[in-house]
């Protein structure tokens, strides 16, 4: 069983450096820029979704210690928590915390009453989103910086600015992955020509590679 673990960390740490490393890759001899790349919000928007998840995720875990094992990701100022948290009060605390910051736009509260995930459990999540956000850069016309993927408890939260059509598209992706239970998707959906207009002023770039890499 440790040795199970300790393999597929290695695995989520090569998918790591490999996705970090993939924004241009030549295929074929031609450079093709994958879609790891690709986010279409702003980059002020970016930033702000940044400092929500180290801000919200500080103060929850000063705030509930051991009680509490809450995950915060912003996508476009809309935050999800997931995690597990010991009462219902302080799921109800935590999402009613995270509404009252000044950037958040609406909160998705899918925090479980029961006690903290282990190791274990956290590393496979971790080799879950790494498989599907792999899928993900190399599904064709699928823009996966536009996205985000949590998983939990092998339950996929997804959230991004996509079109009718990809919505569809990733949802499909993480569903088919094996070892997910559920997918739950929470997309803002956009129209072809807003997706346009994004890709246009250069806020997202769907070309994709080829083929997906062998691991």
Known sequence: M??????????????????????????????????????????AVQAIDKGIGLELENALDKRFGDSAHINVTSFNQKVLLTGEVKNVDIKEQAGAYAKANKNVRSVIN????????????????????????????????????SMVIVAEGSNVYLMGLLTKNEADRAKKVASDISGVKQ?????????????????????????QPSSPPKY
């Open 110 to 145: 899918e925090l479980i009453v029961g006690p903290n995930s282990t190791f274990t459990e956290r590393a496979n999540d971790s080799y879950l989103e790494s498989k599907i956000k792999t899928q993900m850069i190399f599904t064709d016309q699928l823009p996966s910086n």
């Open 2 to 43: 440790r040795m199970k673990l300790l393999s597929k960390v290695l695995v989520v740490l090569t998918l790591t450096a490999f996705l970090s490393s993939c924004g241009v890759l030549a295929v074929g001899g031609v450079a093709a820029g994958a879609s790891v790349m690709a986010d279409r919000r702003t980059p």
């Open 183 to 207: 997918v739950y998707a929470d997309f803002e959906i956009i129209s072809d020509a807003e997706k346009l207009r994004l890709e246009k002023q250069g806020k997202a770039d769907d070309s």
